[in-house]
Structures are given as structure tokens and as C-alpha cells.
């Protein structure tokens, strides 16, 4: 059995403990992480730290966490390009300079990690970011997607104006509509399982409108 374990950061960005066999971490939007993960497991068990982009308020704590754990740091290949970047992670958004982490792993979309008794697929969604991803895992009860900032619950989408695409997010959520996802975890906000697959085409017909109204930013509510 899977479990999984919300840790809100100090912006207000999820990261999520996928604690299987071996564990990982999604995203790290804390600068106690290690202190935190410790309620739920010895935190030099982790075996990945999966960033599902670039964003400061959800990488912030990683080469932190990474030094005291040992952990792997796996993202995109293209929000690896903007990790010393102060504009494009949005950094100077919450006034503090670009993260400095250096990536173990590259992703292109399509890897899987195996944690014992899940495993879960990268899926490239650029759209928020160009680099953003979100994990994919088919579990026995309940088939799994780590959201990132592509989308939210109840039609929530990831703004396309810091340096993301709006036709590219449009394209990204198609792809989610084909998944059979049982619940969402996503980067901010609360997790959700209930009519989960109306809930995506809500987004996507946000993003569709986000598109054509481009300068439109009235439902931006995170980063
Ligand atoms: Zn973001
Ligand atoms: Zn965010």
C-alpha cells in the first residue's frame, strides 16, 4: 500500500511523500524538509527528489534536503536550464535569488520510477513552464497524478504568463484527459477525488480560454 503525504511550504506549494519501498519526494516548497519528512519516515531513505518545475516556491529546500538525504534531484531538462535563472523561477517574486541546484537526473518525459509497489511515468506537460512534468501511476485502488502547476482542482490551471504557453498547456491537458486518474494531487490547493475526470476538462476548457484571453489574468492564483 502507497502512501502519500501532503507537506504545504512556506508559499504555499504542496510537495508531496510518495512513501512506498523506496520513497520519493515531489517538488520541495520548504526549507525544514528534512525536519518535516521526518514524521513520516527516516529522511535518508528518500531516494528521489522529483521537481515538477522550476518555480521557487516549489524547489526552494531542495539542494538542502538533497545534501542532508543523499538524494537524487531528477526535472525537465528544460526548467533545468532555468534553475539560476531569478526571473524565469520566479524568484524575485518571493525577493530571493535563484535556487542554486545541481540535477542527478534529466528528465524528457516518459521515464518511470520504480518505488517498490508503484511506479510512476513522467509525463512532459509543458505549459506553465516549458519544462514542467507530472507523475503518473497506476495504483491498485486508485490510479494516481502528481499535478504540478499544469493543473488544479475543480478547473484550475497553471498561469502561461512567466515565460510558459498557453497553446502548449492547452495540448498538455488534452494529454491528461486521456489518463484514467482516480485522484489529483496537486502543486497548490487541496487534493481531490471526487468526479476527477470532469474536473480536467474544467481545466482544460480554462486553458482553451486562457489561450484566446491571453492577457487575461483573473484566475491566476499561484505561481
Ligand atoms: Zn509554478
Ligand atoms: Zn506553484
Not at 100 to 117: A, C, T, V, W, Y
Not at 176 to 196: A, E, K, R, S
Amino acid at each position: 500500500m502507497v502512501k502519500v503525504h501532503k507537506i504545504t511550504g512556506s508559499y504555499g506549494a504542496n510537495a508531496y511523500l510518495i512513501d512506498a519501498t523506496h520513497p520519493i519526494l515531489v517538488d520541495v516548497g520548504a526549507a525544514n524538509m528534512f525536519d518535516l519528512l521526518r514524521r513520516f519516515l527516516n529522511p535518508i531513505d528518500l531516494e528521489y527528489i522529483v521537481l515538477t518545475h522550476c518555480h521557487y516556491d516549489h524547489t526552494f529546500g531542495t539542494a538542502q534536503l538533497a545534501e542532508q538525504t543523499g538524494a537524487n534531484i531528477a526535472i525537465h531538462e528544460e526548467d533545468a536550464k532555468l534553475l539560476g535563472d531569478d526571473w524565469a523561477t520566479v524568484s524575485d517574486v518571493f525577493g530571493a535569488r535563484a535556487p542554486s541546484i545541481e540535477p542527478d537526473m534529466l528528465l524528457k518525459g516518459g521515464e518511470s520510477f520504480d518505488l517498490g509497489n508503484i511506479s510512476l511515468r513522467v509525463i512532459h506537460t509543458p505549459g506553465h513552464t516549458l519544462g514542467s512534468i507530472c507523475l503518473y501511476g497506476e495504483n491498485i485502488r486508485s490510479n494516481l497524478l502528481f499535478s504540478g502547476d499544469t493543473i488544479f482542482a475543480a478547473g484550475g490551471i497553471g498561469r502561461t504568463d512567466l515565460g510558459g504557453d498557453a497553446h502548449a498547456l492547452v495540448n498538455s491537458i488534452k494529454l491528461l484527459t486521456t489518463l484514467d486518474v482516480d485522484t489529483i494531487y496537486p502543486g497548490h490547493g487541496g487534493i481531490t477525488n471526487q468526479n476527477v475526470d470532469a474536473q480536467i476538462r474544467a481545466s482544460l476548457r480554462y486553458a482553451e480560454l486562457n489561450c484566446k484571453a491571453y492577457n487575461s489574468k483573473g484566475f491566476y492564483a499561484f505561481v
